[in-house]
């Protein structure tokens, strides 16, 4: 993964989970990278690991429901040089029956998952235009691609930010900025999952990792190999992580 080597790259959740994994992944390579997230204890745990091997990698505390707080993630960035890539990753996961949700929890989701990646996209889009390269990765899943039962929060924010990266794919090549979705599935669940208290929580939560699993991945596994073999190979080749047929609209 040449690629990397003697880049930038800003990853937010970057303190934990796929987030974390990420960031040493792309140290490995080779990068620089600067691991924001809410946690900053998180953050700097995953940049004290990146220096121990060696790496190079900065901790930031950044709120990414906060515009002003990921604009100067970025220009923050961009201070030290060009900002190769984007990895729009922070979120939370919530599952529960519809009915049990309130406008708060809709707000916090759309806020942490979808408005997250807008800010985190166009903060980077901007910089990468004048740049005249860059290239900006958003994490969605496997519930960005089909629409699951007891979990309509989840699918529709991880489908607003699948549907904001195709579209925009297109459209930023013009620019020479490279646009991807990573659809993951079944890695082991952090600390961002609310579950919902309500009837059926229990069976909601079984059902939506067990179609999960049963869709792409034979375990639950730590993030690290989905990194190491999908993400960052295909991030590279500049190809989404969508199902085919999503693939084709957008290439
Ligand atoms: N775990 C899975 O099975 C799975 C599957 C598909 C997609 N995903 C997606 O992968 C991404 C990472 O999930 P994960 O499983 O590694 O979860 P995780 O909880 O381990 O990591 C999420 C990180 O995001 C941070 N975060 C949450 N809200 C934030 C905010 N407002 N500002 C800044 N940082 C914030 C958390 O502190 C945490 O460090 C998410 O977008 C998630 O939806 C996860």
Redesign the pocket.
Known sequence: MEEYAGKTAIV??????????LCIELARAGAKVYA????LE??EKTAGKIADLGGRAQAVK?????PD?VGKLVDGAVAEGPLDFMFN?????MFGEFRDMSYDDWRHFM???VM?VIYGTKCAYEVMIRQGHGHIVN?????GAFPFALATG?TA??HA?TGLSLALRPEAAGLGVKVSV????????????KVLLGAGVNVGVRVA?GV?VGNGASS?NN?SGLTRKRILPLTTRSRSLAPPSTMTSAS
């Open positions: 937010t959740g970057g303190g934990s989970g796929l987030g974390r994994e924001a997230d809410i946690n998180g953050a950044a709120d990414v429901r906060d707080e990753n922070a979120g939370i996961i806020e942490s998952d997250s994490t969605s899943s496997i519930f989840y924010v991880k930010v990573a659809v993951a599935v079944g890695v082991r669940v952090g600390v961002g999952v990792v999960a639950m993030g």
